[in-house]
């Protein structure tokens, strides 16, 4: 019945739909702080979303009217990405992987995902390791060295979320070794070594780095 609902509602009424579909992830599924910080995003801020997946924390971030850079690969949730930034021309999608190189590379997906309908494109990772993921079933995507990316945009970046299911370690080493987080006021990352245990020690290492380099302040661990 609720899903009936919700069909009609997305028919007869998109932009109420919308509202109240982001409204309940808003307050379901993002923490207070990073909502805090959001709030703060006004037309003269730039925020990057890096695994944006289907362009929900892009929504939300863009309903402030701060010029949002979304990066995602996986050419399904890019369908529901562009959907968005159709509605928010202030979101820019770059259908590629924010990574350490340009490149070439596999985007790995869920061993489910041609099992069933639901929607896990959440899961792929360009880590063929991580748990949940089959070496069989991938796409073919480009990455790009996501630091020169910071480098050149000659802008600051009021926020930065980063939630890319493991990979995370290599790109934030690799940020830190190129210097690129300079013009970041902060980053709010989620790391994936609570159900991918084989990174423990790695993640643990890139925070000790983050502390190291003093740059605590700028980061938030688990921000989802």
Same mark, same amino acid.
């Given at each position: 019945m609720r899903a009936l609902v919700?069909?009609?509602?997305?028919?007869?009424?998109?932009?109420?739909?919308?509202?109240?579909r982001i409204r309940r992830f808003t307050k379901k599924n993002l923490p207070k702080y990073f909502v805090k910080n959001i709030e703060k995003l006004n037309a003269n801020s730039v925020a990057i979303d890096v695994g944006a997946n289907i362009g929900l924390v892009s929504e939300v971030m863009a309903k402030t009217g701060a010029r949002v850079i979304?990066?995602?690969?996986?050419?399904?949730?890019?369908k529901e990405l562009?959907?968005?930034?159709?509605?928010?021309?202030?979101?820019?999608?770059?259908?590629?992987?924010a990574g350490?190189?340009?490149?070439?590379?596999?985007?790995?997906?869920?061993k489910d995902s041609e099992r069933t309908h639901e929607d896990l494109t959440q899961a792929s990772s360009?880590?063929?390791?991580?748990?949940?993921?089959?070496?069989?079933?991938?796409?073919?995507? !480009?990455?790009?060295?996501?630091?020169?990316?910071?480098?050149?945009?000659?802008?600051d970046i009021d926020l930065l979320k980063i939630d890319i299911e493991g990979y995370e370690i290599e790109l934030i080493n690799h940020l830190i070794d190129k210097s690129a987080l300079l013009n970041v006021a902060k980053v709010y990352v989620e790391t994936h070594e609570r159900k991918f245990v084989a990174l423990t020690e790695a993640t643990?290492?890139?925070?000790?780095?983050?502390? !190291?380099?003093?740059?605590? !302040?700028?980061?938030?661990?688990?921000?989802?």
């Amino acid at each position: 019945m609720r899903a009936l609902v919700k069909k009609i509602l997305s028919q007869l009424c998109p932009s109420i739909f919308h509202t109240l579909r982001i409204r309940r992830f808003t307050k379901k599924n993002l923490p207070k702080y990073f909502v805090k910080n959001i709030e703060k995003l006004n037309a003269n801020s730039v925020a990057i979303d890096v695994g944006a997946n289907i362009g929900l924390v892009s929504e939300v971030m863009a309903k402030t009217g701060a010029r949002v850079i979304a990066f995602e690969p996986n050419k399904r949730a890019l369908k529901e990405l562009r959907d968005v930034a159709i509605r928010y021309p202030n979101i820019e999608v770059n259908e590629v992987a924010a990574g350490t190189k340009a490149a070439k590379v596999k985007l790995y997906l869920h061993k489910d995902s041609e099992r069933t309908h639901e929607d896990l494109t959440q899961a792929s990772s360009l880590m063929s390791e991580k748990p949940n993921v089959s070496k069989s079933l991938f796409q073919d995507v !480009d990455e790009i060295d996501f630091a020169d990316f910071l480098i050149n945009i000659d802008t600051d970046i009021d926020l930065l979320k980063i939630d890319i299911e493991g990979y995370e370690i290599e790109l934030i080493n690799h940020l830190i070794d190129k210097s690129a987080l300079l013009n970041v006021a902060k980053v709010y990352v989620e790391t994936h070594e609570r159900k991918f245990v084989a990174l423990t020690e790695a993640t643990d290492r890139m925070k000790r780095r983050v502390e !190291d380099f003093g740059l605590s !302040d700028k980061f938030f661990w688990d921000w989802h």
